[in-house]
């Protein structure tokens, strides 16, 4: 069965300084890949998806993710944090394709900004 | 707006009791997805259904059914309540079953006292 690991549950930068969450999957087939952001009180919101087309995706607001299978690591960058980025972060398995479970959620890393 | 609407925003209910969770799915999206967000357990996939057939389940009580109508909304009905099932429950929709990534609803929070 597939898997996800967040690898930290809480992140803090500072504002303008990049931000990092790292992200390891297990899969036994070929995996798609999302990050999905949640604001407080709010619901969930697809930043990027990987989806076995290029390995370096981009998504929205600056966000991008690395897809490397020698590592089974997807983890989730930016350049430069901005205060709005505060928010909990989820990496995302799928392996919908081959019949399994729907998406499988790590258990989140909350990204603090600090001014 | 996401374009996933979900009914009630907010519930409490006593334990014992039961209480429907509602759910429209994007415009064209025929897959919909439950899930159950709590702080102890993260998010945990409930039950999905496809066209109005139940396609997956996942970590769903026996308490707790849903079902897709023909129109494709959905319903998650939840009964003999506990103070655990306390949590915020999304919905999702897909256009199809493929892993191309869900839309999700704001979610239903419930709360059992």
């Known amino acids: 069965a597939q898997s996800v690991t967040q690898l930290d549950s809480h992140v803090s930068v500072s504002e303008g300084t990049p931000v990092l969450l790292r992200c390891n999957y297990s899969s036994s087939y070929s995996p798609s890949l999302f990050w999905y952001v949640q604001h407080p009180n709010k619901g969930l919101q697809l930043l990027l998806k990987y989806t076995s087309a290029a390995t370096l995706v981009k998504g929205i607001n600056g966000f991008e993710a690395e897809f490397k299978k020698s590592e089974t690591s997807f983890h989730l960058t930016k350049p430069s944090a901005h205060m709005s980025d505060a928010a909990e972060y989820f990496c995302?398995?799928?392996?919908?394709?081959?019949?399994?479970?729907?998406?499988?959620f790590g258990k989140g890393t909350r990204l603090s900004v600090i001014a | 707006d996401s374009g996933v609407t979900q009914t009630p925003k907010h519930l409490i209910t006593a334990t014992g009791q039961r209480v429907t969770l509602r759910c429209s799915p994007r415009s064209g999206d025929l897959s919909v997805y439950w899930y159950q967000q709590s702080l102890d357990q993260g998010l945990q996939f409930l039950i999905q259904y496809y066209n109005g057939e139940e396609r997956a389940k996942g970590n769903i009580l026996e308490r707790f059914s849903a079902q897709q109508f023909p129109d494709l909304h959905s319903e998650l009905n939840l009964s003999s309540l506990e103070l655990g099932d306390s949590a915020l429950y999304f919905c999702?929709?897909?256009?199809?079953?493929?892993?191309?990534?869900?839309?999700f609803g704001s979610g239903t929070r419930l709360t059992v006292v």
């Open positions: 995302v398995v799928s392996e919908e394709n081959s019949g399994n479970t729907p998406l499988v």
């Open positions: 999702a929709s897909s256009v199809g079953t493929g892993g191309y990534g869900y839309t």
